[in-house]
Every structure is written in structure tokens, then in C-alpha cells.
């Protein structure tokens, strides 16, 4: 019964708890890497920018941003506050969406694009896209819902 009454206490306090900022798996549970927002000027992008935040976040609050070419893109992401630039490795796309994977030079760091597309603007050479960012980090995955778009 007491087992019972603290797992109904743990639950009602996550009910009312914010959730976290960036959820963490692992094969031990662990927290360890946290995705940071990306700054203005992180990334050194000309020209078509893909750009992704967490679902819900503030516009501009990007976590992923990359050059969204289909050969020798460049993408970044900050993880536990150090800029990493990853490169892609892999693409699979149609006008629905697609995947596409980046790795940083030692492999240690891995993000997977898994997006739909959206709404395209011709007013503004934008396309909507949303979906799920899945990083890998020294060992450590960590799923986000994203959404963003692609810009010229």
C-alpha cells in the first residue's frame, strides 16, 4: 500500500512539474548531454537555411540549423554548450519528407533528420517542416519533436 501511495505522489508531482528541457534516454537512465538553443550566429550558413526548434518553443529558438543542400551540407548543434558542426553522411528524401543523417568528424556525435513536409510559401521561399530530431552523443540518444523550415 505504501508503494502504492508514493508512486500516486511521484505521479501527481509530474503532473504538475514543468517538463524537462530536453529529455534524456539511456542505457542507464541517466542525464547525459543536454541540447542547448543555438545563438544567432552559430553556424556558418549562406544561402538555404534549414532551421529546427522544439515543438512549442519561441520562434527562433533553434536546436538544429543546417545548410539544406542535397550534397555536402553542413549542419550545428550545441550540445552541453560547445558548438559541434556535423556533416552529412546520408539522405533519403521525397517532397513528403524524408531523413537525412549528419555526423560530426569522429563519430562521436550523430543527428538524424526524420521530417514531413509542410506548407511551402512561394512569398517567401519557405517550406514548413516538422518531425523528430534523434541525437546520439558519446554512446547517450536523445529524441526531440521539432518543427521549422527550410528558407532561400
Known sequence: ???LLSLAAVLALA???PPPATPTTSAT????????DLA???GDIQ??????GRVNAQPGADVF???GVDTGAKGFIRIDGVLIQVNLVSANATEQGG???FADASRSTQVVETLTTGAAHEESDSVEES???TVTHNGATQILQVSGGTAC
Open 1 to 3: 500500500m505504501r508503494a
Open 65 to 67: 540549423r543546417e545548410d
Open 99 to 101: 531523413a537525412r543523417a
Open 131 to 133: 518531425g523528430a530530431l
Open 15 to 17: 503532473s504538475c512539474s
Open 40 to 42: 544567432e550566429n552559430d
Open 47 to 52: 544561402g538555404c537555411a534549414r532551421m529546427l
Open 29 to 36: 537512465g541517466a542525464a547525459n548531454f543536454v541540447i542547448d
